[in-house]
């Protein structure tokens, strides 16, 4: 989301307490009231620096995709080889969920705001796309036969991964291993 002027400390301040009861309470529970008072600022400043509920959600999701992507992209550059950096984002994952442990923000604004005309669902649905199609490029990087149907089939772990995270299964190890065997059965001689 682009934003009209630069967001002023109480608007930071904003989005911090936003994105904490947003991730943890739901998008539909957490009221305008809540968040200005968490955050120390007026109703008025939360709507002269978003204008809307809605813009803050998207700001929210703005936020938080971005810190997302700077991890994915340190895991990418810190693998040794091409075929390393396909799997990169599962290791992002991991350092990620130590500290977000009730499954993806976004996934959640999507159930919760399923109409596609709404910022936030851009947003949410953008950073899927995006990972789609970095797990296309890097896998077509790394010389893997099928790059598009191996982003496909490394997504669907991958979100898997995160959705059952709230559940007490630790599903990422094997996903990760899962996604390791896929890459490196489509980087095989012969495929």
């Known amino acids: 989301m682009q934003q009209a002027r630069p967001m002023t400390p109480a608007g930071r301040r904003i989005v911090a307490a936003a994105e904490e009861l947003f991730y943890n309470r739901g998008i539909a529970a957490v009221g305008v009231d809540l968040i200005a008072e968490r955050s120390g600022a007026t109703k008025r400043t939360l709507y002269n620096q978003f204008g809307s509920k809605d813009r803050l959600v998207a700001a929210y999701l703005t936020e938080r995709d971005q810190r997302w992507r700077s991890l994915v992209r340190a895991a990418v550059d810190a693998g040794d080889t091409p075929a390393e950096a396909v799997t990169a984002p599962f290791e992002a994952l991991r350092t990620w969920s130590e500290t977000n442990t009730r499954g993806c923000a976004f996934i959640n604004a999507l159930a919760e705001l399923p109409d596609p005309s709404h910022p936030a669902y851009r947003i949410a649905a953008n950073q899927k796309l995006w990972l789609l199609n970095l797990f296309k490029e890097l896998a077509a990087t790394a010389g893997c036969s099928h790059p598009a149907t191996l982003a496909t089939q490394l997504l669907v772990l991958h979100e898997g991964a995160v959705?059952?995270?709230?559940?007490?299964?630790?599903?990422?190890?094997?996903?990760?291993?899962?996604?390791?065997?896929?890459?490196?059965?489509?980087?095989?001689?012969?495929?």
């Open 163 to 191: 959705a059952t995270q709230p559940l007490s299964l630790d599903s990422l190890p094997e996903s990760t291993d899962l996604a390791r065997v896929l890459v490196q059965a489509s980087t095989s001689p012969g495929q």
